[in-house]
């Protein structure tokens, strides 16, 4: 019977050392070693979908073919979210990444008004 009482204990620990490598280790490891591309790929495709929304309001064409390449920022951005996703990496700690990109990355309100200036009349 010790060698029963022994195997359980050692399962329980096993057990137990499996779910804080799987829950706590990994994600905490993948986040930090992808938070910065992560940031940056939030930022670039915020800022192509921002573009690519003006872009498409004035109707050209050539310049709507060209801000189409600008979105493929969003793909890179969608597969490093399904990456970090996928080894456990929480979407509210996603969330709160995107939102601080979004923060530090933000552009004077003049850039943003020079979106909406007339050009020609």
Not at 62 to 68: I, T
Request: aromatic fraction near 10%; proline fraction near 2%.
């Amino acid at each position: 019977m010790k060698w029963l009482d022994i195997t359980f204990k050692l399962s329980v620990v096993v057990g137990v050392l499996a779910y804080i490598f799987k829950e706590l280790l990994v994600p905490t490891v993948v986040l930090q070693m992808n938070k910065n591309d992560f940031m940056s790929y939030s930022k670039a495709c915020a800022q192509a979908m921002d573009s690519n929304w003006y872009i498409e309001q004035t109707g050209n064409t050539r310049l709507s073919a060209s801000s189409n390449i600008q979105l493929l920022d969003c793909h890179e951005y969608d597969l490093l979210q399904k990456h970090m996703l996928k080894y456990g990496v929480s979407e509210y700690a996603l969330s709160e990444l995107g939102l601080k990109a979004l923060e530090l990355h933000q552009r004077p309100a003049s850039e943003i008004a020079e979106q909406h200036k007339f050009t020609e009349r």
